[in-house]
C-alpha cells in the first residue's frame, strides 16, 4: 500500500510534454535558449545581454564555481512530500528562484518588462524591475503585478525621495539598491557591436536591423507603434531621456557619490523592505545589516562589472555565518537546477537568474518564460529528490563543513 496517500502537489505540476506548446518542445535546458536568441536578436542587443566585461573572467569564474562544488546526496529518505516553496519576507513563493532586475529588456523583447514580471508571477516567484528598464514602472506594477524595483540611486537625497514616493504610489514596497555600479562597467562588446547609450543610428546598426526583420517589426517596431519612443521611464520620479537621445549624458547619475549613509537615509523613510545587491564581503553585509537593511544580494552583476572578481558562490558561506539571522539572496552564473540547489546548500534563501529570462522572453515571448521556470522547477524538483531533500531549508544539511 502506498505509504503517502495524499497527492502530491509538487509532483502534480511536473510538466507534461503534451502541454507545452509544440515550438518550446526542443528548449530542454535554460542554456538552449541562447542559441534561439542569438538567432532572433541583432548582435548590438544579444551582445549587450549576454556579455560580461573585459576578458570576461567574472563571468566565467561564476559557472566554474559551481561546477567545483560538488553533491554529496542522501539516500532512501522518503521524498515522496517534496516541495520548493520559500517564504521571502513574509511572502510564500513557490520557487526558490526569480528574475534578476535587467534593464533594455523592453528592446529585447516585446514589452519585455511587464512579459518577465507576468511569467513570474504566473510561476508563483517574482521579478525585479530594472532601474534601467524603458516601461513606466506604473505599468510594470499593474500589468506585471509586480512589488520588487530595483533602483540605481540617484546621487542627491531629494530626488532620492521623490523617487521613492513614486515608487509607493505606484505599488512597489520591495526596493533593491544596487551598489555595484559606482561607474558604468567597461563592456567592450557593446562598444564593438554598436551598443551605446545613446544609441546611434550607424550603419552597422542598419545592417544588424535589416538582417533580424522578425526583431525589427515584432520588437523594436512594434514597441515604438504601441508605446512612443522607448524612454529610460525609472531613474527618477520623473521621465528620463529618449534611448536615442544625445541628452542621455546630461542626466547621468553621480552614482559614484553613493555610500552607507544614502542607505540609512533611505532606511529612514522608506516603508517597505530595503535590500542592498551586489554584495561580496562579508563585512558588507554586516554593514547592511546594522544600516537597517532588510536583505541582502550576493552578486558580481552576473560578471559584467569588475571583471576578475572571485565568484559570489565562493563567498556565499562567509557571508552567510557573518549575518546569520538576515535575509541573504544570490544570482550570477545558476542555469541549473543544481545551481539553485547549491547556492540554497552554502546559504542562499532565495535565488535569482538574469540572462536566460531574457533570452526566453527575446525568442518566445511570455510563453518562453514560463517555459523556463517550468524547466527550472522540474529540475530543482528532481534533484531535490536525487539529494534526500524534502525542503529548500533541508539544503543546508548538506552544506560541507567549512
Ligand atoms: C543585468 N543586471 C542588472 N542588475 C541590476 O541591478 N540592474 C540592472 O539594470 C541590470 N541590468 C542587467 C541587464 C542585463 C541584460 C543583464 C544580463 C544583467 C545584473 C542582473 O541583475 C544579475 O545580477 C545577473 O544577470 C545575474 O547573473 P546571470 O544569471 O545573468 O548569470
Not at 534578476?100 to 516585446?110: D, I, Q, T, V
Not at 555595484?180 to 551605446?196: S, T
Not at 547621468?252 to 517597505?272: M, T
Not at 544600516?291 to 572578481?309: E, F, K, M, P, W
Amino acid at each position: 500500500m502506498a505509504k503517502n496517500s495524499e497527492p502530491n502537489p509538487v509532483s502534480m505540476m511536473r510538466h507534461n510534454p503534451a502541454n507545452i506548446p509544440r515550438r518550446l518542445r526542443p528548449v530542454l535546458s535554460l542554456d538552449d535558449f541562447e542559441g534561439r536568441a542569438r538567432r532572433h536578436l541583432p548582435l548590438s542587443v544579444f551582445g549587450y545581454v549576454s556579455g560580461g566585461v573585459e576578458d570576461d573572467r567574472s563571468m566565467r569564474e561564476n559557472r566554474d564555481a559551481f561546477a567545483r562544488i560538488p553533491l554529496r546526496p542522501r539516500i532512501l529518505r522518503d521524498v515522496s512530500g517534496r516541495g520548493m516553496q520559500t517564504t521571502l519576507f513574509g511572502e510564500t513563493l513557490a520557487l526558490p528562484f526569480g528574475i534578476a532586475p535587467m534593464g533594455f529588456s523592453a528592446l529585447a523583447a516585446f514589452d519585455g518588462d511587464v512579459v518577465l514580471a507576468r511569467a513570474a508571477k504566473a510561476a508563483g516567484s517574482i521579478a525585479i524591475c530594472s532601474a534601467a528598464s524603458l516601461t513606466p514602472l506604473e505599468r510594470v506594477a499593474q500589468d506585471g503585478q509586480s512589488r520588487w524595483f530595483q533602483s540605481y540611486i540617484p546621487g542627491d537625497r531629494d530626488r532620492i525621495a521623490a523617487l521613492l514616493e513614486r515608487l509607493t504610489k505606484a505599488g512597489f514596497d520591495r526596493l533593491v539598491v544596487t551598489g555595484d555600479v559606482p561607474v558604468a562597467g567597461n563592456r567592450e562588446n557593446n562598444a564593438r557591436n554598436g551598443f551605446d547609450a545613446p544609441l546611434k543610428i550607424t550603419p552597422k546598426l542598419v545592417w544588424q536591423g535589416l538582417t533580424h526583420p522578425r526583431w525589427v517589426i515584432g520588437t523594436l517596431a512594434r514597441e515604438i507603434r504601441l508605446r512612443g519612443m522607448p524612454h529610460f521611464e525609472n531613474m527618477e520620479s520623473v521621465q528620463g531621456p529618449p534611448l536615442f537621445s544625445r541628452d542621455l549624458l546630461r542626466s547621468k547619475i553621480a552614482r559614484d557619490e553613493l555610500d552607507w549613509d544614502d542607505i540609512r537615509f533611505i532606511r529612514d523613510i522608506w516603508r517597505g523592505k530595503l535590500v542592498v545587491k551586489g554584495v561580496m564581503h562579508p563585512d558588507d553585509a554586516k554593514i547592511a545589516q546594522d544600516a537597517g537593511c532588510d536583505g541582502i544580494i550576493v552578486s558580481n552583476h552576473g560578471g559584467r562589472q569588475l571583471d576578475g572578481t572571485v565568484s559570489p558562490l565562493t563567498v556565499l558561506p562567509e557571508i552567510r555565518a557573518a549575518v546569520p539571522d538576515m535575509t541573504v539572496m544570490f544570482d550570477s552564473g545558476i542555469r541549473r537546477g543544481t545551481d539553485v540547489l547549491k547556492a540554497c546548500m552554502l546559504g542562499a534563501d532565495f535565488t535569482f537568474v538574469g540572462r536566460p529570462f531574457l533570452y526566453a522572453a527575446a525568442a518566445y515571448g511570455e510563453a518562453g518564460v514560463a517555459h523556463a521556470f517550468r524547466l527550472l522547477r522540474d529540475e530543482v524538483d528532481r534533484d531535490m529528490a536525487m539529494m534526500g531533500a524534502t525542503s529548500i531549508t533541508q539544503m543546508r544539511e548538506h552544506a560541507p563543513r567549512l
